[in-house]
């Protein structure tokens, strides 16, 4: 290796290609802009090659520089876990554990899980990014991926964790109002909350075994949230197709009631902890995915279902 190619200079290009520019990682560095520019021109001329175009307006890697990036940002992520694994003490995690989460899991249980893990180990500290989108892991922006899904991406390592449970539900006002469905069909009949992901949810099988569309005389509400009509089927505007998650306290205090039981399945959807193969090496991962798997088992937002049951 070049002796005059040093650690920093290495951590600088990243952070400049993480954050999108020479300015921006110098203020999340600490660092003034010039430095930041010098320590990446002083890389470039030790490497001979241009690994970020500089415009007036904006920088972008080359593609040397992409390639490079790749390899860097890896391998200073498993330095990173070598000097934290030395340095525990007595085996206790410390430091960051970054954390890609699904808007609606995330909003409703991750603070409730990091806050009773941190009861245990109290010098970790967690950075969160809600995005229903997949992320690259293997970037190394991130530890961890809580993610739910039928099917998980085969290039990680995995936990699956719980099981994830949907049920349709309405309140009791709107049910008072409009009565209960006794079937899908019925739902033709109500105000459907939509979330357009899930069509299959608003179909149903008719006497000839094929599958016919419910088709509500009215949809007042369709979102790609499921937060959003969360907050609709609680203010009494329909019925929605939901996570339990997101529905066992409200099931569990009567402001949401479950509706057609025997359709209640997770239709092959699992929650499920995704990391690369190496990182979990990394003790606070190890902990944080062990923590996550007892706190979710038994599945504490069915308690109020048979279903419960693993």
């Known amino acids: 290796m070049n002796p ?3 650690l920093k200079q290495l951590q600088i290009f990243t952070k400049v290609v993480y954050y999108g520019g020479i300015s ?3 203020v999340k560095m600490n660092l003034s802009a010039s430095a930041v520019s010098k320590s990446l021109s002083l890389l470039e001329a030790n490497l001979g090659v241009q690994l970020i175009q500089r415009t007036t307006r904006n920088t972008c890697t080359t593609k040397v520089g992409d390639d490079f990036y790749a390899k860097i940002v890896k391998i200073l992520s498993d330095l990173e876990d070598s000097v934290d694994t030395v340095s525990y003490d007595n085996n206790e995690p410390r430091g960051e554990i970054r954390v890609t989460c699904s808007l609606a899991l995330g909003t409703a249980h991750l603070m409730h899980i990091f806050s009773e893990y941190r009861k245990k180990y109290s010098k970790v500290r967690l950075i969160v990014d809600l995005s229903d989108k997949f992320v690259n892991l293997n970037e190394g922006q991130f530890d961890l991926a809580l993610r739910i899904v039928k099917k998980p991406p085969e290039n990680y390592a995995m936990r699956e964790l719980a ?6 539900c309405a309140s009791a006002e709107y049910l008072k109002n409009r009565g209960v469905p006794a079937s899908i069909r019925d739902l033709k009949d109500h105000d459907c909350l939509v979330y357009p992901g899930i069509e299959s949810a608003w179909y149903y099988l008719d006497d000839n075994g094929e599958k016919q569309l419910v088709k509500s005389q009215q949809e007042p509400i369709q979102a790609n949230s499921s937060l959003v009509l969360l907050e609709a089927a609680l203010r009494s505007q329909g019925i929605a197709y939901l996570p339990t998650y997101l529905l066992g306290k409200h099931i569990e205090n009567g402001d949401l009631i479950p509706l057609l039981k025997p359709n209640l ?8 902890a995704l990391y690369v193969p190496c990182r979990y090496v990394d003790y606070n991962i190890r902990t944080f995915v062990d923590f996550i798997y007892d706190w979710v088992n038994p599945v504490p937002w069915d308690n109020w279902t048979s279903v419960n049951k693993r």
Do not use: D, M, R
């Open 4 to 6: 005059n190619i040093s």
């Open 24 to 26: 921006e990682a110098a």
């Open 163 to 168: 099981p994830i449970n949907w049920v349709y």
């Open 265 to 272: 399945g997770n239709g092959g959807h699992h929650l499920y």
